[in-house]
Nanobody, 128 residues
Framework: QVQLVESGGGSVEAGGSLRLSCDAS????????MGWFRQIPGEEREGVAT???????SYADSGKGRFTISRDNAKNTLYLRLNSLEPEDTGIYYC??????????????????????WGQGIQVTVSS
C-alpha cells in the first residue's frame, strides 16, 4: 500500500505561482509512476503531469510550459510547480501513483482509473 498526502495548495491571483507537494509513505519503492491529476468544477478529472522512476516527465497540454513536475526520491516527495496560473486552473489537485505504469507507459493522458493510489486532494483557487 502507498499513502499520499498533498500540501501547498491555496489561493492566488492570476499570474501567480504555487508549489504543491505530495509526501508518499508505505511501499514507495514500488511506485514506478507518479503524477498529478486535477478536477476542475464541471469537468471530468484529468491528468496534469507524470514522472517515471527514471525521471522522465510527461505533461498534458493544459500545463505545458507553465507547470513543472519533479520528485525527490530521498524524501519520497513529489512536487508540482504551477506558474502563470489562470482562473481556469482552479480546482482540486490530486497526487497519484502507480506500481504498474513503468517506463513509457507513465504519461499524463492516462485515465484516472489507471492509477491505483490517490491522495485526498488539495484545493487550488486562482482569482482574476
Amino acid at each position: 500500500q502507498v499513502q499520499l498526502v498533498e500540501s501547498g495548495g491555496g489561493s492566488v491571483e492570476a499570474g501567480g505561482s504555487l508549489r504543491l507537494s505530495c509526501d508518499a509513505s508505505g511501499a514507495t519503492d514500488s511506485t514506478v509512476c507518479m503524477g498529478w491529476f486535477r478536477q476542475i468544477p464541471g469537468e471530468e478529472r484529468e491528468g496534469v503531469a507524470t514522472i517515471n522512476s527514471d525521471g522522465r516527465t510527461s505533461y498534458a497540454d493544459s500545463g505545458k510550459g507553465r507547470f513543472t513536475i519533479s520528485r525527490d526520491n530521498a524524501k519520497n516527495t513529489l512536487y508540482l510547480r504551477l506558474n502563470s496560473l489562470e482562473p481556469e486552473d482552479t480546482g482540486i489537485y490530486y497526487c497519484v501513483a502507480s506500481v504498474f505504469l513503468s517506463g513509457d507507459y507513465c504519461y499524463a493522458k492516462h485515465l484516472p482509473s489507471q492509477f491505483e493510489y490517490w491522495g485526498q486532494g488539495i484545493q487550488v483557487t486562482v482569482s482574476s
